[in-house]
């Protein structure tokens, strides 16, 4: 089965669619606290990790990474940190689960306040204010404003770009003040060497890992799609899954598509479920595809499959709306 969305990251101005350093006294307690990988909470009082000394909550040193014990200070920490380093590895995994497999919220238009869809050309960013708005909204105007303002930005209200010239000075402009959608838009120009740049995947890349650094979902998944498909990098699964995983976290329902699918071929069916359905809940249709067919052949339950479609259809009608419908119907986006 190979049903993995592989898009490139989008490129077109009309459609696109991730202290102290003193030792504290060990008061003879090494052999209570060898392999004490907790930490005791009295009200606001805790109790150090590494020595067993009791302080204030708000005045120790926490681990770093797992966040789950404290010290005293600094040198209890690093004392400490061959002990504490396999359960802080585990609480880590654990939490980066936890994290992966948690709802996220969709991004909404900024206009009609409706979840944005994840179908292609149902979405287009505006270099004149940095947004991305539903097709819906963009019919709306149209409507509303006739011939004359039919293609007015219907957020700002600013006319489209005269050429490329001033396409890229707005594009400019919004990576100057740190738009991660911009830098995900521009890294399109420069993957299909178009609005006057040069073809190099290289500089895509490098322009994708600092979208999704902004909080560009799409920015992460489209470097996913990169190390998956060997574009300017070399291909390697391992980074693929990485940057999916971070796009995954963001909202990026294609790149949780692409978890469920490497899941799935590999036998790791509960995870596949798991991801598919968040995905589906949050209106993507292939994942819900993915389920019908791993139920028709015995990977899923019929329970899996009808949560699956009812979270599914319940997540397309809060995306619906006339305007959506009609602009749809008219193709006029394609």
């Not at 008061?27 to 909470?41: C, H, M, R, S, Y």
């Amino acid at each position: 089965m190979s049903t993995a969305d592989d898009n490139t990251a989008g490129g077109s101005e009309e459609i696109t669619s991730n202290k102290e350093v003193c030792t504290c006294e060990q008061n003879n307690i090494d052999n209570l606290t060898e392999g004490f990988d907790g930490v005791a909470i009295l009200d606001d009082k805790c109790i150090c990790a590494n020595c067993g000394k009791e302080g204030n909550s708000d005045n120790m040193n926490t681990c770093n990474k797992c966040k789950s014990v404290k010290y005293c200070n600094a040198a209890c920490k690093k004392k400490h940190r061959s002990k504490h380093k396999k359960a802080c590895e585990k609480r880590m995994a654990e939490l980066h689960e936890e994290h992966l497999f948690k709802e996220v919220e969709p991004e909404d238009c900024p206009i009609c306040m409706l979840p944005l869809p994840h179908e292609g050309n149902t979405v287009t960013f505006k270099t004149c204010c940095g947004k991305k708005i539903c097709n819906g909204c963009i019919y709306a105007m149209m409507i509303s404003e006739g011939r004359k303002g039919a293609h007015l930005c219907p957020l700002c209200r600013t006319p489209p770009p005269s050429g490329g010239e001033e396409k890229m000075k707005r594009l400019n402009k919004l990576l100057d003040c740190g738009n991660g959608n911009a830098f995900n838009h521009l890294a399109g120009y420069y993957s299909r060497g178009i609005n006057g740049m040069p073809q190099d995947y290289q500089k895509a890349n490098e322009l994708l890992l600092k979208a999704g650094e902004l909080g560009c979902a799409e920015g992460y998944y489209n470097l996913g799609n990169s190390y998956d498909n060997g574009r300017g990098v070399e291909i390697d699964e391992k980074k693929a899954k990485h940057y999916y995983e971070l796009a995954a976290m963001m909202g990026c329902v294609s790149a949780r598509n692409n978890l469920g699918c490497n899941e799935y071929q590999a036998g790791n069916f509960d995870r596949a479920m798991k991801h598919f359905i968040l995905a589906a809940g949050a209106g993507h249709k292939r994942s819900l595809e993915v389920i019908k067919q791993g139920f028709e052949e015995g990977d899923f339950t019929n329970d899996v499959y009808e949560e699956a479609e009812s979270v599914y259809h319940e997540r397309k009608k809060e995306m619906s709306s006339d305007e959506r419908v009609r602009a749809e119907a008219l193709g006029i986006f394609r």
